[in-house]
């Protein structure tokens, strides 16, 4: 790590969550007996999956357009994403009166691509396994100069995605363990920064997909380690290298990283359908998809799972769950909403 590099702290995230007020939804942490059944602990999922633009990237999105400079909002801000942040950034930038323009894979789901549009954002497509995303936004940026906000790789984007550890915390209290999803790492670094704080002993997991498994090799070889846009179902979380102010505090503060197939993202989404009535989008289940791989690791724990997004075509939704075998999920769909 570069010593000029500047990383995020628990204050970020904490001045993040007065910004984030009355902006951001505070969404629903919901329980479930078959879930409890499942890992033989009680655990707690936090919806994110309702949240604005329906995921949480809308936080992080947020208080970074709100702590751009008037020059800077100016110029109009430019991001790469998969969809969800793409949509995110799309909205904060219209609610603040600034430009916005997203960089996109050209196979991204259609919903992700349409609420982008809707937002008012100009979207430029690419081939996300042939072309250098990099190099398409460093053009945008040198022909209009444009304000990068990345998914991932940015102070205020992390201390905004924290908050949805804050939020958790502040109704489950200390956790023993706590599950995120893992893409570039900004959900996983801002969720660390609130635990090591507000919740030291609780360990934490990331949970990314066995085709994307580059956090889990960076957090054994010790650097970040890059690898080839990855095919998987968790088109959210085909990141080929962590985030740079996201990995040493991934380092310091994650407990282990878990992989999950895609066959198992399938089973978690039809579980949270069947059990919590959610739609949640394969990359939003890779948390759950991981509990459920450590489920012998947490008999009688309290346990957190984010659920991070719901954006997923309806048709392609129907598609994966279709039942080519049934779900071995237990059979007592007893819900309730903690708040």
């Known amino acids: ?153 940015h102070v205020d984007v992390i201390a905004g995605q924290g908050t949805t550890a804050q939020e958790l915390l502040a109704v489950t209290g200390p956790l023993d363990a706590l599950f995120v999803c893992l893409g570039g790492g900004g959900l996983l670094a801002g969720c660390a920064l609130v635990l090591a704080q507000q919740a030291p002993a609780c360990q934490l997991f990331g949970v990314e997909p066995e085709a994307g498994n580059d956090g889990q090799q960076s957090l054994r070889a010790g650097h970040r380690v890059r690898i080839n846009t990855p095919r998987t179902l968790a088109d959210g979380a085909q990141a080929v290298q962590l985030a740079e102010r996201a990995f040493p505090i991934i380092q310091q503060q994650v407990r282990d990283i878990f992989t999950v197939s895609d066959a198992d993202l399938i089973h978690a989404m039809r579980f949270l359908a069947d059990e919590l009535k959610l739609v949640v989008e394969p990359t939003g289940c890779l948390a759950w998809a991981g509990a459920l791989q450590a489920a012998s690791q947490l008999k009688g724990q309290r346990v957190g799972v984010i659920l991070t997004g719901g954006n997923v075509d309806l048709s392609h939704y129907c598609a994966l769950l279709a039942p080519s075998s049934p779900s071995p999920a237990p059979s007592t769909p007893a819900q309730k909403a903690t708040t």
């Open 1 to 153: 790590m570069p010593d000029s590099l500047t990383l995020p702290s628990y204050a970020d995230v904490v001045a993040a969550a007065a910004r984030l007020e009355g902006h951001a939804e505070r969404t629903p942490i919901l329980s479930c007996e078959a879930a409890d059944t499942l890992l033989g602990a009680e655990v707690y999922f936090k919806c994110e999956n309702l949240q604005r633009t329906g995921s949480f990237k809308f936080r992080g999105a947020y208080n970074a357009v709100a702590l751009l400079t008037p020059e800077q909002a100016r110029r109009g801000v430019v991001t790469y994403s998969s969809g969800n942040h793409g949509q995110a950034l799309a909205l904060a930038a219209r609610l603040h009166g600034v430009a916005a323009t997203v960089v996109i894979p050209h196979d991204a789901p259609r919903s992700k691509l349409d609420a982008i549009r809707r937002h008012g954002a100009t979207v430029i497509s690419f081939d996300r396994y042939a072309q250098d995303r990099d190099a398409v936004v460093a053009e945008q940026i040198q022909q209009h100069g444009f304000v990068l906000v990345p998914p991932a790789d």
